[in-house]
């Protein structure tokens, strides 16, 4: 079976999270053990992000990497799992709110796929970047 970042660069719409993981260094460590849940954003929703602000994420290394280790949470995480808590602990450091209130929403971006699996854990797709605060 496929990592994660095996099935993120064949789904086709995940480039601009793929570069951006290459960016960080974190290819390694997403293709490792694991098990990891990774919410996803799609590459619409990092088009939602000026051009200029998100090339200067990608040329910072520091601040690219606590943004999308904000994207992951240990363990493998089902979707029938995710709803069941309120907040998830990132590998960032900083949790993440989940909410079921009509539809299920990681801080403010909705999940629209779930539970597509992987050698090492399991992708969610979500239509935003989400932000640590």
Not at 12 to 39: H, I, M, S
């Amino acid at each position: 079976m496929p990592t994660i970042v095996d099935v993120a660069v064949s789904a086709g719409k995940f480039n601009t999270l793929v570069q951006a993981v290459q960016a960080a260094g974190l290819v390694d460590a997403l293709n490792g053990e694991g098990p990891f849940t990774v919410f996803a954003p799609t590459d619409e929703a990092f088009a939602q992000i000026p051009a200029d602000t998100l090339q200067a994420v990608l040329n910072n290394k520091e601040q690219l990497t606590a943004i999308l280790t904000y994207h992951v949470v240990p363990g493998k995480l089902m979707a029938a799992d995710v709803v069941r808590s309120s907040q998830l602990q990132t590998l960032q450091g900083q949790s993440i709110t989940v909410s079921t209130e009509g539809g299920v929403k990681v801080d403010d971006a909705n999940v629209i796929q779930t539970d597509i699996e992987a050698d090492n854990g399991v992708i969610h797709v979500i239509d935003r970047v989400m932000m640590p605060r």
